[in-house]
Structures are given as structure tokens and as C-alpha cells.
């Protein structure tokens, strides 16, 4: 397998920049892209974007990724000519310490800076510096001044991201990159529209990715409402703790092990009939996946109030070190998500449905 002409669509949204709110070149991509398969795309007002595939019109299944990424927003810059931010998602401070950041101040054009780390040297002999906190982070772009700063383009408001730098480990199996978390999604929404173009199912699929899910799943509210689904899928990428202590309570997952079945997170617990179905449908199609305890949420938990409401499930994708500027994935558990999405859509019918709601 060539794995970069594999993945070749997820390089090109992992490199895309687009926190939450921000999400336009992100969709901008994932409309060129719908629009190569059909010409049926939802868009709600708020930025969301799906393509529609018919097979025998019901049920319908939803099928989500999500566009925003994690990262900051400039608010201040200060009489020197450096940034002050906050963060735009659940960032934690010490991930941005001598990283190299960009801030979009317009259509195409970014300016680059690092965020600033106190030497040792300056440290020695003093007491122990305090913990980061964003209220203290600086950007330096290089300006001398506030007025040097505005004159680059720099305003208050602007979308700040990590600078990428995409690899794949020396193994040839995992990849490393900002964004993961959740370009993955939209990428594999992208491929298995063009998977299921050409084959008989006897679903509506609604594949696509919603907006501002780092912050608090909006996106998700919206398009739920819109599209009313009789089964969501949120795919997403999941913090597995396989290089914690194994005694650790969160050294759930691991990379390499298949996809995540999400039993339990504070906004959505998995329907038990829908658990049973999705693990005997993996089982039967030989597709490996691995119990999944999880203390956050993704846009199921917003998705099951659709209607009346909606089986709604999240079908994750193992992920390391996620929102920070490189998280790891393995291609296997790529495999094993696409496996699992496709073997859910040929499937799934009203039988199945009904068969679920009466268990």
C-alpha cells in the first residue's frame, strides 16, 4: 500500500487551517469534493455541509465528521508588538510553548510566529516559574511595536493554528499531524460517499462534516435538525492512554487495535442494542474494534435529540496525543472505521430499525 497516496486526502485537510467559527477553506474543500459524487448537498445556516446518497429512501443514516480544529484567537496586542490569545477549544497551556503558530490575516495570507519560552538562564537562581496559562502566552511575530504588528495585518479576532508538519513514522503504519481530531472525519465521510456511489444499499446516506464542535457541538444541533436521521454516526478521533501505566483509569485504547466503540461518555451513552448490533455486525465482517470509555463528548451527544429522537453513536478512531500540534494515528484503524461505516450502510434497513427500537 502506498500509504501516502492512501491518505493524500487527509494531508490535504490536516494542512487546511480552521478553528471553530473559522471553518470556511474547509468546507470550501469538502464541497468541491462532495460535488465529484452528487449534487445533493445540504448546507445548514450555520456551515455545515453534507452530500445526500439515496438507496431505497429509508431509513436514513447521518454520517459526521467535523471541520473545526482546536487552537486560539488573537485578543490583544500588546505596546511591543506581541500577541496575546485565548484558546479557541480545550487546549492545554504547556502544548503551546515554542511552537510555531499562524495567524490568518486574510484570504490566503498568514503571518508566522512562535510562541515564546523563558530560557533557563533567566530562571537560574529565581523560584520555580508558575504554571502556563494563556493569560500569560506571547506571540512574537517579529514586530517591534503595536503599529509594526497592525501594519502586517495583525487585528484582534483573528484564527490562530499550529504550523503543520505531517510525517509518516519510519514503520510506514502511522501518521503524525496537527488535526487530526477532526479532518480524519471529514476525509472518511468524503471517502465513503465515493464508496457507496456505485453500489446497491438500502439506505439515505447524509455524509458529510458539521461546524464549531470544539465548542460545544453546534454544528451538530443544527444539522441534526435538519437533516432528522434515524441513525447518526459521529466519527471522530478518540485520546486512547495505550502509552499510560495500564493501571491508569483512562488507558483505554490503542493504536493498531481497530475502531473505538464509544459504550460511555458524560452526553451520550450508547443504546445497549445498538452496542450488541455494532459489535456482531464487526465480529461477522471480521473487522477488529476495542471498547471505549470516554470523560468527553463528540456530536452524537448533540444528534440524539434530533425528531423525536435518534440512535446515535460515535465511531472513533484511535488517536495519541490529540489536540496538540501532533497526534498520532495508525492506517489499520483507518481501514477498520471505513470497514465498519460501509458494513453499517449495507445492512442497516426499516427491519433492522424496527428490530432496534423494540429490543
Known amino acids: 500500500m502506498d500509504i501516502r497516496k492512501r491518505m493524500s486526502i487527509y494531508e490535504d485537510l490536516v494542512n487546511l487551517d480552521g478553528i471553530s467559527g473559522f471553518e470556511g477553506s474547509v468546507r470550501d474543500y469538502m464541497r468541491r469534493e462532495i460535488k465529484k459524487v452528487t449534487d445533493n448537498i445540504i448546507r445548514d445556516k450555520l456551515g455545515s455541509i453534507f452530500g445526500v446518497m439515496t438507496g431505497k429512501e429509508r431509513p436514513v443514516i447521518m454520517i459526521a465528521g467535523h471541520m473545526d480544529e482546536v487552537g486560539a484567537m488573537v485578543t490583544e496586542i500588546t505596546e511591543k508588538g506581541f500577541i496575546k490569545m485565548i484558546p479557541i477549544g480545550g487546549v492545554n497551556p504547556e502544548t503551546m510553548i515554542s511552537q510555531n503558530v499562524a495567524i490568518t490575516v486574510g484570504k490566503g495570507k498568514k503571518i508566522r510566529g512562535v ?35 497592525r501594519e502586517m495585518g495583525i487585528e484582534v479576532g483573528q484564527m490562530i493554528t499550529f504550523v503543520n508538519q505531517y510525517y509518516i513514522t519510519e514503520d510506514g503504519k502511522k501518521i503524525v499531524s496537527k488535526a487530526w481530531d477532526n479532518r480524519f472525519g471529514c476525509g472518511m465521510a468524503l471517502e465513503i460517499l465515493q ?72 452526553i451520550n451513552i450508547m443504546n445497549p442494542a ?86
Open 274 to 359: 445498538v452496542k450488541r448490533y455494532f459489535e456482531d455486525l464487526a465480529e461477522k465482517n471480521n473487522i477488529p474494534f476495542q471498547q471505549f470509555l470516554s470523560m468527553g463528548g463528540t456530536d452524537a451527544g448533540a444528534a440524539q435529540y434530533a425528531g423525536g429522537g435518534a440512535f446515535s453513536v460515535t465511531v472513533g478512531l484511535p488517536g495519541r496525543y490529540i489536540h496538540s500540534t501532533a497526534a498520532m494515528i495508525h492506517i489499520d484503524d483507518v481501514e477498520a472505521v471505513k470497514a465498519m461505516l460501509l458494513a453499517v450502510i449495507k445492512d442497516f434497513d426499516l427491519n433492522r430499525l424496527e428490530e432496534l427500537r423494540n429490543a
Open 115 to 149: 510562541v515564546g519560552a523563558i530560557p533557563p538562564h533567566i530562571n537560574r537562581g529565581s523560584e520555580q516559574p508558575p504554571a502556563p496559562s494563556f493569560e500569560k502566552l506571547l506571540i512574537d511575530v517579529g514586530a517591534d511595536s503595536r503599529e509594526q504588528a
Open 195 to 266: 464508496e457507496i456511489k456505485d453500489i446497491s444499499h438500502p439506505n439515505t446516506v447524509v455524509a458529510g462534516a458539521t461546524v464549531q464542535e470544539e465548542v460545544g457541538l453546534r454544528g451538530a444541533y443544527t444539522a441534526s435538525q435538519t437533516v432528522k436521521s434515524d441513525l447518526f454516526i459521529a466519527i471522530d478521533v478518540s485520546p486512547v492512554g495505550d502509552f499510560l501505566d495500564k493501571s491508569h483509569p483512562r488507558a483505554f485504547g490503542k493504536l493498531g487495535g481497530g475502531f473505538l466503540v464509544r459504550f460511555y461518555d458524560p
